[in-house]
């Protein structure tokens, strides 16, 4: 099924006043090229509430779209109905509804165990106000016991009430391909927007790739590799490798973008530019 392509980018909540600083400046860089919405992500247990809030609230005064993530995991209902209550009176409209990980140390999931459960609560309390993403993994959620089990979750997400999803960032479209053949034979026809990761920093990229489970191919990784100090050849192999990636995609249907800018401008602006995205 054709759905109409979204484009937006992802940020995470500065730690300190230099950190705000240098997100107004992306934000405002980013701003330019017309993204459908800002996400802004929320950490473990509440870790960052504040900071996702507060950075929600700059990005929607600025008179952007936010979207910020809802972690269920370690949240109680009355908690998040707080959250909801106060996103709405920001202007919010679209929710990222997410599981999160346990935090460190807790040993109870609070009053909710998956996302699913997350979904369903937001519309019970506020209806349709919310446009809901949910989470995809195209290599499988690296807890699942099998690819049939993920994709089972997937699919009661989004039953429960999910509008659209955004997936892990990859670097393989075979995955992506057969995850969304997965998703329509099981009768799933919501728009699976491939998340997409700049290739900046190989080291960093290889430890995210640890933690979340995304697969970099050997190949790219070897090449990754071999560029050692060359920062100029490495940012300018992974902006090709990317963008090719991104035109195969969008030729075979992909419903957008949702770039994970990590609070850069210029990655993202490239990669926008190089495959056209009208402004």
Known sequence: MKHEKSFSCEFFPPKSEKGAEKLRTT?????????????????????????????????QRQGYAAAP???????????????LNGYIELGVQRIVALRGDMPSGMRETGEFRYANELVEFIRTETGDHFHIEVAAYPEFHP????????MENFARKVKAGANAAITQYFYSADGYYRFVDDCEKLGVDIPIIPGIM?????????RFSDMCGAEIPRW???????YGDNKASLL???EEVVT???HKLLANGAPGFHFYTMNQ???????WHNLGIAV
């Open 27 to 59: 934000l405002s860089e980013l701003a330019k090229l017309k993204p459908a919405y800002f996400s802004v992500t929320f950490g473990a247990g509440g870790s960052t509430q504040e900071g996702t809030f507060e950075t929600v609230n700059m990005v």
């Open 69 to 83: 993530h809802l972690s269920c995991i370690g949240s109680t209902k009355e908690g998040i109905r707080k959250l």
């Open 143 to 150: 807890q699942a016991p099998n690819a049939q089990v993920d």
């Open 198 to 206: 700049p290739i900046t920093n190989y080291s960093n990229l290889k």
């Open 220 to 226: 790219i990784a070897k090449r990754l590799d071999g």
């Open 244 to 246: 090719e990636m991104c």
């Open 265 to 271: 401008a210029g990655p993202t602006q490239k990669l």
């Open 236 to 238: 300018a192999f992974g």
